[in-house]
């Protein structure tokens, strides 16, 4: 039974940084694309970030790229997301997914299991 369960989210000032976590279990972690989508409170799902560690290949959003950085533990099954120059457009429930399929040159932008997600709030 796949799981993913997220953790790290909290109140930051803008311009601070967090480190989301999300610990993941039940499937063969390395060969998917993983991913994080987030949702700003009114909104809809926005991808952020995706990587596949046996790969070693990652994308962003443009608006994260060069302020985000996404991270695996593969030992541990874990999946990060390293957020700095926080704004307060960054707020908003972070959720890691599961691609539905395995390898593949990128994200196919399908998922097959979600974790209940992360608040992060970036507000002075």
């Known amino acids: 039974q796949v799981q993913l369960v997220e953790s790290g989210g909290d109140l930051v000032q803008p311009g601070g940084s967090l480190r989301l976590s999300c610990a993941a279990s039940?499937?063969?972690?390395?060969?998917?694309?993983m991913n994080w989508v987030r949702q700003a409170p009114g909104k809809g799902l926005e991808w952020v970030s995706a990587?596949?560690?046996?790969?070693?290949?990652?994308f962003y959003a443009d608006s994260v790229k060069g302020r985000f950085t996404i991270s695996t533990d593969n030992a541990k099954n874990t999946l990060y997301l390293e957020m700095n120059s926080l704004k307060p457009e960054d707020t908003g429930v972070y959720y890691c997914?599961?691609?539905?399929?395995?390898?593949?040159?990128?994200?196919?932008?399908?998922?097959?299991?979600w974790g209940r997600g992360t608040q992060v709030t970036v507000s002075s």
């Open positions: 990587i596949r560690s046996d790969e070693d290949k990652a």
């Open positions: 039940g499937f063969t972690f390395s060969i998917y694309w």
């Open positions: 997914a599961k691609d539905l399929r395995p390898r593949g040159t990128r994200s196919s932008g399908e998922y097959d299991n």
